[in-house]
């Protein structure tokens, strides 16, 4: 964790709330009390700041100095909202294709991820709130700088994502070992919404049941299952097959 992502002590982190800074997370140690405390909690309260009560020696290992009982990590982009991002891209004309990440916790793994994303004009990518991977330093070397090109949403959760996306008139496709239709038989010209879940749990299972389409890519190894950058990879480019079809490229 570089110095410059981490802010440590209630007042650091207070000015740091009211200069606007694009807050990741904030661990809370259990039992902080105080006037002090007090003024943060009024502060952050409702402005949608994932916060996390934890035992102080969480708290000290992440860093030795005094940290009052509060650490912030400051984000290495300005998360947008779905809400904003999607009817843009109708005024503009645009055909909408979204990938959102659902429980993705691999840094490396979302660095690969977006770098994809970004080769293949993806969007926007969705993140939820809680369970997941946050764009960090790390992310963003790790796609290469693609991180700082593409818009990036935290969303509530990836359950309400795709509501709205649905609601939206996107079409939303998820990526499972569960499913019986092949990737490829699926029409993805339309607005579309492609769901990557984790390496070992998958897309949850209420939000495949949202889903407009459930897919998966095909296998004739012996691993159970590909690298979530690599599916995720497949799935987009065969976005990008069907759109571009008729380039030369292809």
Do not use: W
Request: proline share 3%.
């Amino acid at each position: 964790m570089e110095k410059n992502e981490m802010i440590f002590g209630i007042r650091a982190v207070i000015e740091a709330v009211e200069a606007g800074k694009e807050i990741d997370k904030i661990l809370v140690k259990k039992d902080l009390q105080g006037d002090l405390a007090k003024e943060l909690f009024d502060l952050i309260k409702g402005r949608g700041f994932f916060v996390q009560r934890v035992p102080v020696e969480r708290l000290n290992r992440i860093t030795r100095k005094n940290h009052q009982g509060v650490i912030a990590f400051i984000s290495a982009v300005s998360y947008q909202r779905l809400g904003d991002i999607i009817p843009s891209l109708f005024e503009e004309g645009k055909v909408p294709f979204i990938v959102l990440l659902d429980g993705i916790t691999d840094v490396r793994n979302f660095g690969a991820i977006a770098r994809t994303c970004e080769c293949t004009g993806v969007d926007a990518i969705v993140l939820p709130e809680r369970g997941s991977v946050s764009v960090n330093a790390d992310a963003v070397k790790t796609s290469a700088g693609a991180l700082l090109h593409i818009p990036v949403c935290r969303e509530r959760s990836i359950h309400s994502a795709i509501r709205y996306l649905k609601d939206s008139g996107i079409k939303v496709v998820a990526a499972s070992e569960k499913a019986v239709t092949n990737y490829t038989q699926v029409d993805y010209t339309v607005p579309v919404a492609v769901v990557m879940g984790a390496e070992d749990t998958g897309v949850d299972a209420d939000n495949l049941r949202l889903c407009d389409e459930m897919v998966a890519i095909p296998q004739v190894g012996n691993i159970g299952s590909l690298n979530v950058s690599v599916a995720a990879g497949v799935m987009m480019y065969e976005v990008v097959r069907q759109r571009f079809s008729g380039d030369s490229v292809f």
